[in-house]
């Protein structure tokens, strides 16, 4: 089972980004999906999350506005859009899923990406 992020990249400030993540099994079709981040130096924080069927989407406050998430089950895919992006967005992006419903906190999710790296200048 294996989630694999791409799409980092380094950006300036008030640029945009698009991250996948693509699932191996067609089983996380159905599971809710997370994205994570982690700055250097700091912990894990939640950044944006959607439901099983993709009905149901939800962002941390520093990102609500800026970043989109969506998912194509069809192609076992979860993205996220971002846009207006500031240097604080700067950070290792992670995909995360789990088979018992989204969550904030990073302790929820079962299965983990390895992570792809976001970069914002100034």
């Known amino acids: 089972v294996q989630l694999v992020e791409s799409g980092g990249g380094s950006v300036q400030a008030g640029g945009s980004l698009s991250l996948s993540c693509a699932a191996s099994?067609?089983?996380?079709?159905?599971?809710?999906m997370g994205w994570f981040r982690q700055a250097p130096g700091k912990g894990r924080e939640f950044v944006a999350a959607?439901?099983?069927?993709?009905?149901?989407?939800y962002y941390a406050d520093s990102v609500r506005g800026r970043f989109i998430i969506s998912r194509d089950n069809a192609k076992i895919t979860v993205l996220l859009q971002m846009a207006s992006l500031k240097p604080e967005d700067t950070a290792v992006y992670y995909c995360?899923?789990?088979?018992?419903?989204?969550?904030?906190?990073?302790?929820?999710?079962?299965?983990w990406g390895q992570g792809t790296q976001v970069t914002v200048s100034s």
């Open positions: 959607v439901d099983g069927s993709g009905s149901s989407t």
């Open positions: 995360a899923a789990d088979p018992t419903g989204w969550a904030m906190s990073e302790y929820k999710y079962e299965f």
């Open positions: 099994e067609r089983t996380f079709s159905s599971f809710a």
